[in-house]
């Protein structure tokens, strides 16, 4: 006797092949009924013998297409229709939509063999896709994904790709953005002077002018990147002087993995991080020196070709590593749209590769790293975004404002928490416009009424996150703290609302309850009940403020002010410059000065005494050199970082490393015993304030835990304590997680509560 029943599966499962999937699997299953891309996913009736409704539902959640992530399947009973056939019928747009969107994929291997068949219709075409790979993020419109939410619904399918689309045995089976040469967008390749038509023609010119030399503007799926022959040092300082780009590595793009292997060293997990769905950009030790590329560092960032267009530059000749930076000056977000590109870009560029197909929204390539405690992504854009990383347990809308440094910004529908892409610092106009269109863009696409919507933004009252969050229109707004929402970001990750943690948050800056510069905090608490500030590092002072941040002198005066009987640090092996002198000046007046309890900013004092004196010219510069520095000593004593009366005492260790300088002791090692010092100190403050108050999980997040020698002796330490350890995974423990982290304790804090 046939029976029938309704299936709403979450997740993300639009744009993913999931409706031809479910065609193929009930037909298979000869079952009748229908699918549809609804609001909050995708809507299933079946009819047909119990059995067959089984098996159907146990195929859906062991094996769903390989791009889909199921979060969540609703099976309920519903009535016979008595229908005869299976079809794929029109999306619905009922309710206000809470439906997953998924990442832009990489081109699938089925589609890269049509791409270099000369007997296929698409043989050399930049825009091939299917159901399983393609532009997806950065196509959609509107909600549900459907072809006419797309940009690419300008251009009609012609007779050849209608038939495909509308062919359930296709692989193109309702892929939405389906194109071919001769119906589709089109590239093409203009050098000031003269515009290149035809694929193969732009392409094949575009593969030279990199042989050559040149920068070449590469359109891609989020935006537009500035490619050059990374191993031509000319093409790579040339780069650097047009862009304002100092020392900040570049970003490679390998030919492919065995190009990549001969770059990096490849472990099993870079190795299945690099090759995974996302195609991030991976850091990971190099293994060899390419000029102007990353200046004194030892890691390089890789990824692999994830367009058919990067294959096919590669297969046209290019070099077999690329430069593939994000097009823009520094600290500018990244240019996605023609007109902006061809403005932006034209003192950058030699020659500009266009394609016609417009982008939605800017998404830059994603950063990660394999590291101690599991992956770690650094930058969350491309490949993630803007997936649900959590389920916050409430039904109320929520836009969590984010930080002001590494922005993001995270909307909550229907609990769901919907994490945007990387947007970069607002204190540049041109973020702050981005940011902007941003919030714009998510609360558009979910359909959020702002009279319903609860905001949660940073404590900071200067922050110009803030400033927009107090300007917008809602029926309530929440301020969270900083270093919390760094804790709660990593909790979210796992749905852990009551678990009672000991959170370490350690970064460069944060607006603290009392009004000064936190950035070394522990905490105990969940995030239902909230987080007490139990320990800390012990306060310095920052002598005029953020500029500390860029001169790592200057930061470590306001350290070093505590230490009796200091060396002359003006002289060798020191040599201060006159910032030091006038920073102590500062100091000794009262003048400009700030409390702190930075841990970023002791990393740059010790940056400092080991000869980092100049100023940085990108953020976490000093700390990235010194832990460098300590990668390539061998393990040696430790210096002393006591926890005393609940502070983290840091005028030993300081005083070590003066001492040891005196002496001539090698920098490499006193940068060792300054690292496994400051993991020493932290495991002291952890193990005995989990003995105090009986708890066996501690959550360590914020930019400093992205100092992997940091997190390796941390966690050789603690293993020998049985201590469960979390850290961020789905979303940066950088300023880039703490959107996410803002929104899961608004969730939680009562109407009136001042702040999280």
Known sequence: MAIACSIRVRGVVQGVGFRPYVYHLARANMLTGWVLNGNQGVEIHLEGVEEDLATFVREIKLKPPAAAHIAEIEVESALCQDLSDFTIRDSEGLDRPSVNISPDLPVCDECLAELFDPSNERYGYPY???????????????????????????????????????????????????????????????????????????????????????????????????????????????????????????????????????????????????????????????????????????????????????????????????????????????????????????????????????????????????????????????????????????????????????????????????????????????????????????????????????????CHPQYASTMHALALPCSGKRAVQHHRAHLASVLAERGEWEATVLGISLDGTGYGDDGTIWGGEIFVGSVQQGFIRVAHLRQAVLPGGDAAAQYPVQAAAGFLSQIRELPDLTAAPFKFGPRYQDAMQLISRGVRTFSTTSMGRLFDAAAALLGFVRETTFEGQAAIWLEQLAKRASNVDTYPFPFVNYELDFRPLLESVIRDRMRERSTREIARAFQRGIALGLYTSIRTLCEERGIRTVVLSGGVFQNELLLEDLKLLLEKEQLQVWTNHAVPPNDGGISLGQAALAAFVSDGAPYA
Request: with cysteine; hydrophobic share 40%; aromatic share 6%.
């Open 128 to 458: 091939i896709n299917c159901v399983n790979c393609g532009p997806r993020y950065s196509v959609i419109l509107a909600l549900p994904y459907d072809r006419t939410n797309t940009t690419i619904r300008h251009w009609p399918m012609d007779r050849f790709c209608s038939r495909e689309y509308h062919d359930p045995a296709n692989r193109r089976f309702h892929a939405q953005p389906v194109a071919c040469p001769a119906c589709g967008p089109k590239f093409s390749l203009s050098d000031g002077t003269t515009m290149i038509s035809g694929e193969a023609e732009a392409i094949g010119r575009a593969a030279r002018l990199l042989g050559e030399g040149k920068i070449v503007a590469i359109k891609g799926l989020g935006g537009y990147h500035l490619a050059c022959d990374a191993r031509n040092p000319a093409a790579n300082f040339a780069l650097r002087t047009r862009k304002f780009r100092k020392e900040k590595p570049f970003a490679l793009m390998a030919k492919d993995l065995e190009t990549a292997r001969n770059l990096i060293q490849l472990s099993p997990d870079t190795q299945a991080l690099l090759t995974s769905i996302a195609r991030p950009i991976v850091l990971a030790p190099k293994k060899l020196e390419l000029a102007g590329v990353a200046p004194g560092n030892d890691e390089l960032g890789v990824m692999l070709p994830y367009t058919p267009l990067h294959h096919l530059l590669f297969a046209a000749g290019a070099p077999d590593v690329l430069v593939m930076t994000s097009a823009n000056r520094s600290s500018e977000p990244i240019a996605y749209e023609d007109h902006d590109a061809l403005e932006r870009l034209s003192g950058i560029s030699d020659a500009f590769l266009i394609g016609e197909r417009p982008i939605a929204r800017r998404v830059d390539d994603s950063v990660t790293r394999a590291g101690a405690f599991g992956p770690m992504i650094l930058r969350r854009a491309r490949g993630y975004a803007p997936g649900a990383v959590a389920m916050l347990p409430t039904r109320r809308p929520i836009l969590a404002l984010g930080a002001d440094l590494k922005n993001t910004v995270t909307l909550a529908v229907d609990g769901r928490a919907f994490v945007s892409q990387h947007i970069g610092d607002l204190e540049h106009y041109e973020a702050f416009r981005a940011f902007e269109d941003t919030v714009k863009d998510l609360t558009a696409m979910y359909e959020v009424e702002w009279q319903d919507l609860l905001i949660a933004h940073d």
